[in-house]
């Protein structure tokens, strides 16, 4: 049985593909009690997928002269994976090279364009910086319902993929 001197508040801080859920427990006794919870169903994710996906697209029509995508579909799907896989790429190593063999076919002259886009991680970061900011608000939205001072938390716990990026990783631990 644990003493009063055990008691712990734990923030749990979950950031999944398509939404982010923040939680203040406090465990006393062995028991858990919840004592907020926020978070934004319109943050997850997918969002930092589409920042990179954006970024790509108009990396391309600047290269391109502008060219319509809206038809490949097939292209634009694989897109989509490889930013994602990029997303997952940068959060361990610095830069992350998307490249997509045959990206669009100029039906002019019969010949294809590839992709290739490098992404680094300060790029990244500089493309998401709102969703990055957005990310802390439910943190501070939860202190803020909750009364409790920052110091009065002694663990925080990160699920969902996306607490894997560095910056979300750095940002909690600063605030």
Avoid: W
Wanted: glycine letters at 6%.
């Amino acid at each position: 049985m644990m003493g009063h001197t055990d008691e712990k508040n734990i923030l749990v801080y979950d950031l999944g593909g398509g939404t982010l859920d923040v939680s203040l427990l406090n465990i006393d006794e062995g028991i858990f009690r919840v004592i907020a919870t926020t978070g934004d169903t319109h943050l997850g994710g997918e969002d930092f997928d589409q920042v990179i996906y954006n970024y790509c697209i108009k990396y391309f029509n600047n290269s391109n002269n502008n060219i319509e995508l809206k038809y490949y579909n097939k292209s634009l799907q694989k897109l989509r994976v490889a930013c994602e896989c990029c997303k997952i790429n940068v959060s361990y190593i610095n830069n992350y090279i998307i490249h997509i063999p045959d990206f669009y076919k100029n039906k002019n002259n019969n010949t294809f364009i590839d992709l290739h886009v490098e992404i680094t991680r300060e790029l990244f970061e500089s493309l998401a910086f709102d969703l990055f900011k957005k990310s802390m608000l439910p943190v501070e939205n939860i202190m803020n319902i909750s009364s409790l001072n920052i110091k009065d938390i002694n663990e925080i716990i990160l699920v969902g993929g996306s607490t894997r990026i560095p910056k979300i990783k750095f940002n909690i631990h600063n605030f």
